[in-house]
């Protein structure tokens, strides 16, 4: 079992990691807010505050992320790795692939944008579906050419 110390490590490191992320975009909302485009004093707080708890807030979920999900994705790539059987790595690339992107809230509402201008013509779920496989199919290829060391560069 790890200290605490360990823990808080891992906590800090993420705090700095979204605090670099956020601080950009924040500075530039407020270099225009107070040259080109001024806002009102309540908007500019309710934006700051926005900054505020989204670095908290993001800091502590990507620490959950590294301590409860990473190690359960690695363990699961290592044990499928060790089985030294290249098509269960495609196949575990294809069922990822497929159910990360088809469980993608922005895909569904690309989609349904897409069938909203084509009249229903195109139907929400037969978008979904295709881009899924789609996606599915491209992780496959990625986790083959990494396995079998090939470059994207054609030489």
Request: net charge positive; aromatic share 8%; charged share 10%.
């Amino acid at each position: 079992m790890k200290g605490s110390g360990f823990y808080l490590n891992i906590l800090v490191e993420k705090f700095k990691e979204v605090l670099l992320a956020v601080t950009p975009i924040t500075l530039i909302v407020l270099v225009l807010n107070f040259t080109i485009i001024p806002l009102e004093s309540h908007l500019v707080l309710r934006f700051l505050l926005g900054a505020i708890f989204i670095i908290l807030v993001l800091s502590i979920f990507l620490f959950g992320v590294d301590i409860g999900v990473t190690p359960i994705g690695t363990l699961m790539g290592n044990t499928i790795v060790k089985r030294n059987k290249v098509w269960i790595i495609g196949i575990s690339g294809v069922i990822l692939g497929f159910f990360i992107s088809i469980a993608e809230p922005d895909l569904h509402i690309l989609a349904g944008q897409v069938s909203a201008v084509t009249s229903g013509v195109i139907s929400k779920l037969s978008i979904v579906v295709v881009v899924s496989i789609g996606i599915a199919v491209m992780l496959c290829v990625g986790l083959l050419r990494i396995v079998y060391n090939k470059s994207l560069q054609r030489c």
